[in-house]
């Protein structure tokens, strides 16, 4: 069987329950034979390593270390989960200030032992922030580097199956924009339903506005939900999407989600949040979202959120002010 790719490919966070998700999920999607699996945290990387060798994968080339700077040389692809995991009782914010300072050095390893590396998907929360601290301290450019943000538009999806009982093949284009967190915007134009618009659905018999209320509140704490009823963070679903970016980046089917996206423009300034999005072997572009003047509306105060976080993280010192981020990557306009 081929692979997609025999390029190397990095999972950072391997030893936890998303990172070996996502070595797997890899492996089974026959993306490349060369993981590399890297972890600060020794016993469990090795377990790891040892479950994904008693697979059998044919072809597999796994290796597995502590040393990021090994782990790291001559990377092509790398998905990111290594932040510290949401806790009961946790939003992702409440990770701001521990993750942010992780991502700071993620962006900087990659600088000095990858810095032709041509993708990196980063999956540890807050997201919108540790991918944009990433891409700043990286070098690279925008379009190398991404987020994890579908998460939220499938969960919208999700709640549609359930609702109306028929298949998700029959749901389409569900889209939520802006943060991944809970001020983030959930859009309704965009989506049909067995081929009818769900704006004309919401109201009628077949879907209340109550109903639809708490459909969107569903889709906002979904993560939420996931730790209430497991006792730890989501892993499979943010697993397997993630390693469907990755895939998209290596040259296959481009993905189907839309993605945090680095954003400045004549609207937004200076941010990485969940766009419309195209992500493939050229990397990651967006284009501007267009909904009602009530889904525009919530999207602007997600930016508004996104923007306070962003300042944090300045104030915090992990971050130089805007005007200087040209300094620290010459890509970043």
């Known amino acids: 069987m081929e692979y997609l790719s025999e390029e190397k490919l990095v999972i950072v966070g391997a030893a936890g329950m998303i990172g070996s998700n996502m070595a797997q999920t890899a492996l089974m999607m026959r993306l490349t034979p060369n993981i590399c699996l890297y972890d600060p945290y020794a016993p469990a990387l090795e377990g790891v390593a040892e479950e994904l060798y008693q697979c059998a994968f044919e072809g597999a080339r796994i290796t597995w270390t502590t ?5 790291l040389r ?20 409440d990770l701001l200030k521990g993750n942010a300072q992780i991502a700071e050095q ?12 041509k993708h990196v998907v980063v999956v540890f929360n807050p997201a919108d922030i540790t991918g944009l601290i990433t891409l700043l301290y990286s070098g690279l450019k925008p379009s190398q580097v991404s987020t994890l943000a579908a998460l939220d538009s499938t969960r919208l999806q ?17 889209r939520t924009y802006g943060g991944h967190g809970e001020q983030m915007a959930v859009f309704a134009s965009t989506t049909t339903v067995d081929d009818r618009p769900l704006t004309k659905l919401i109201g009628s018999d077949e879907l209340s506005i109550g109903d639809w209320e708490q459909m969107k509140l569903n889709v906002v704490q979904g993560g939420k939900r996931i730790i209430e009823l497991r006792g730890r963070s989501s892993f499979q679903s943010s697993a397997y999407l993630s390693v ?3 895939a998209a980046a290596m040259g296959g089917k481009p993905f189907r989600w839309p993605v945090g996206v680095y954003v ?11 766009m419309e999005t195209t992500l493939d072997a050229s990397g990651v572009h967006y ?32 971050l130089p002010p805007v005007a200087d981020w040209h300094r620290l990557n010459h890509n970043i306009d």
């Open 264 to 274: 400045n423009d004549d609207r937004y300034h200076h941010v990485m949040m969940a």
């Open 244 to 246: 469907e970016m990755i």
């Open 74 to 93: 001559g990377a092509a692809y790398i998905v990111n989960s290594g932040g510290a995991a949401r806790k009961a009782g946790m939003t992702r914010e």
């Open 158 to 174: 999700d709640q549609l199956v359930k609702h109306f009982g028929i298949p998700a093949s029959l749901v389409r284009n569900c």
């Open 287 to 318: 284009r501007n979202v267009e909904g009602t003047k009530e889904e525009q509306e919530a999207l602007d105060s997600s930016y508004r959120h996104l923007c306070k976080l962003r300042d944090e993280v300045i104030a915090m010192g992990v």
């Open 106 to 117: 993620f962006g900087k390893d990659v600088r000095q032992y990858c810095p032709d590396v």
């Open 67 to 71: 040393d990021v700077a090994e782990a």
